[in-house]
């Protein structure tokens, strides 16, 4: 079994920065793909960004790309999700996953652990 925290998450201006860590307990997260997803208010919950076992290949939603960056330490257990030139449309709450599938998926249905989720605000 895998737990996951997320934490980092919080208010700030429209173009700032936050950095969401991920802490994962159990032997097996060097193993698993990880992956960050979001739900905005009246809103589906959607894939953002993931992360190889091994941290060697990403992917990111096109509404990212360029601005966020996933990366690991499996020595520390966590997944990062750094944010930078944030937009309104950034708010949601912001989920960890993780998937026993080795290798990027940006499916849901491919993660097996989830976390509780971390508010991000974006004031205009």
């Known amino acids: 079994q895998v737990q996951l925290v997320e934490s980092g998450g919080g208010l700030v201006q429209a173009g700032g920065s936050l950095r969401l860590s991920c802490a994962a307990s159990?032997?097996?997260?060097?193993?698993?793909?990880m992956g960050w997803f979001r739900q905005a208010p009246g809103k589906e919950r959607e894939f953002v960004a993931t992360?190889?076992?091994?941290?060697?290949?990403?992917s990111y939603a096109d509404s990212v790309k360029g601005r966020f960056t996933i990366s690991r330490d499996n020595v520390k257990n966590t997944v990062y999700l750094q944010m930078n030139s944030l937009k309104p449309e950034d708010t949601a709450v912001y989920y960890c996953?993780?998937?026993?599938?080795?290798?990027?998926?940006?499916?849901?249905?491919?993660?097996?652990?989830w976390g509780q989720g971390t508010q991000v605000t974006v004031s205009s």
């Open positions: 992360i190889s076992w091994s941290g060697g290949s990403t």
């Open positions: 996953a993780g998937s026993r599938r080795q290798f990027t998926t940006t499916l849901q249905s491919d993660y097996n652990y």
């Open positions: 159990g032997r097996t997260f060097s193993s698993y793909a």
